[in-house]
């Protein structure tokens, strides 16, 4: 794959994981306390934790293909 469009898919990418992190962060905080919004938003592993224990699947399950997407990218693209 050309260098210049795995750069451009991951930095696509990176931005899906982050706006799926960041909402989901935000609808932790409105759903539960505003203290686990905060903590899954500063520190990353707890949003998906937080959002299954608020029964947020759907969200918790797009976090988790965002940053396996990410992640798998970024060893292709350091290949």
């Given at each position: 794959?050309?260098?210049?469009?795995?750069f451009?898919?991951?930095?696509?990418?990176?931005?899906?994981?982050?706006?799926?992190?960041?909402?989901?962060s935000?609808?932790?905080?409105?759903?539960?306390?505003?203290?686990?919004g905060?903590?899954?938003?500063?520190?990353?592993?707890?949003?998906?934790?937080?959002?299954?224990?608020?029964?947020?699947?759907?969200?918790?399950?797009?976090?988790?293909?965002?940053l396996?997407l990410?992640?798998t990218?970024?060893?292709?693209?350091?290949?």
């Amino acid at each position: 794959m050309r260098p210049v469009i795995l750069f451009a898919i991951l930095v696509v990418t990176f931005a899906l994981f982050f706006t799926i992190h960041g909402a989901l962060s935000f609808r932790i905080a409105r759903k539960g306390p505003v203290w686990q919004g905060a903590a899954a938003f500063f520190v990353p592993p707890l949003a998906p934790y937080f959002a299954f224990r608020l029964k947020m699947l759907p969200g918790a399950i797009a976090w988790l293909v965002a940053l396996v997407l990410y992640a798998t990218l970024l060893v292709l693209a350091n290949r």
